[in-house]
């Protein structure tokens, strides 16, 4: 199944670009499903994969195979789904048309709820969720900059699917509970759109106490959220998710040591929100603060912090303009 058959990255950008681009760097066979630009650069310049230690893994562009059309499904042993959770659907009914019935499906994507629609659109198909929980930014010319730190997880099943998609750079952990640690990647990617608003560096923008305290707050109201609907969220780092806003909130100092031990941040590593804004495409925001507001809704817990930065990252989707630079206090209005 992984070994003999391609891995199909379906709908690889950033992500994508980077985790199929290292499995085919240890010689596993992958196929990448990719728009025309993508497509266009990578056959132009091969594919780059850099990391914020450093290292770096150069592939030329034989070395995995590209294609704009679904045809690409037709034998593969795997299919790890990478695009926008708006996309999903579409890829979905993609993969049941051109995808062998025995190809396994992996979601590595944001938010909560794509699992669901790939098992609904996908009948009784093997569909996984899965969470990866670093940052990557597309730099130009085939090269794709791995910029945070952590391990991929993918749901735990009999075939221990996540030890054998691991490879040297790239390890993947079977999870007994991907419920809550989606959930819990969720929680901390609500910084995504603070990142978005601030058009800050995450390293510089945690680094603040005040941009601190303002993710903290809107954490606190998402771990509200959660408890009154009695999901427990999964903390991707040693120290337990219902300490985190508290620790967000301490001085400069000390929040510094605890964060140097659990996560890297490479320098210029920047969200996927602060990207689409840059790039002038829709964010994700509906399903990540939107899918904390629908929770919160349904048990009657108030987020109005969390409204309001719905609302501002909205204004500057139709602004157009990109980041728009606000501060701490002009967030909280």
């Known amino acids: 199944m ?38 266009a650069e990578i056959e132009r310049f091969g594919l780059l994969l850099t990391d914020f230690d450093g290292s770096q893994k150069k592939l030329g562009s034989g070395q995995l195979a590209l294609s704009e059309g679904p045809a690409i499904f037709h034998s593969a042993g795997m299919v790890l789904v990478t695009v926008k959770s708006a996309d999903t659907a579409d890829m979905a009914d993609q993969i049941a ?36 929980p670093f940052n990557v930014i597309g730099m130009g010319e085939g090269r794709f900059h791995r910029s945070t730190s952590g391990d991929i997880h993918v749901e735990e099943d009999e075939a221990n699917t996540a030890a054998a998609l691991s490879v040297p750079g790239l390890t993947m952990r079977a999870s007994p509970d991907i419920t809550g640690v989606q959930w819990g990647k969720l929680i901390i990617n609500l910084n995504n759109a603070l990142s978005a608003l601030s058009d800050m560096p995450l390293a510089a923008q945690l680094a603040s106490r005040d941009w601190r305290r303002l993710f903290a707050d809107q954490m606190a109201e ?9 999901i427990t969220p999964v903390s991707a780092t040693p120290i337990p998710m219902k300490w985190t806003p508290t620790l967000l909130r301490l001085p400069d100092m000390i929040f510094n040591a605890i964060l140097g031990r659990t996560m890297k941040i490479d320098p210029e590593a ?58 701490p206090p002009q967030i909280r209005g």
């Not at 629908?294 to 109005?304: H, K, R, W």
């Open 97 to 132: 048309q051109h995808a062998p019935q025995d190809a396994v499906i992996i979601s590595l994507q944001n938010g909560v709820g794509n699992v669901a629609t790939l098992r609904e659109r996908l009948g009784g198909r093997r569909v996984l969720a899965g969470m990866v």
């Open 222 to 230: 998402g771990l509200a959220a959660l408890k009154a609907a009695g």
């Open 270 to 327: 920047r969200s996927s929100m602060w990207q689409d804004l840059k790039q002038g495409r829709k964010t994700e925001i509906d399903y990540l603060q939107g899918a904390v507001i629908a929770l919160a809704e349904q048990n009657n817990v108030d987020v109005p912090l969390m409204r309001r930065i719905v609302a501002l990252i909205k204004d500057a989707e139709s602004a157009g303009k990109g980041p728009p630079g606000l501060t």
């Open 2 to 39: 992984v070994t003999d058959r391609p891995i199909v990255v379906a709908g690889a950008g950033a992500i994508g670009c980077f985790v199929g681009g290292t499995l085919a760097a240890s010689g596993r066979r992958v196929a990448l499903l990719v728009r025309p630009r993508v497509k």
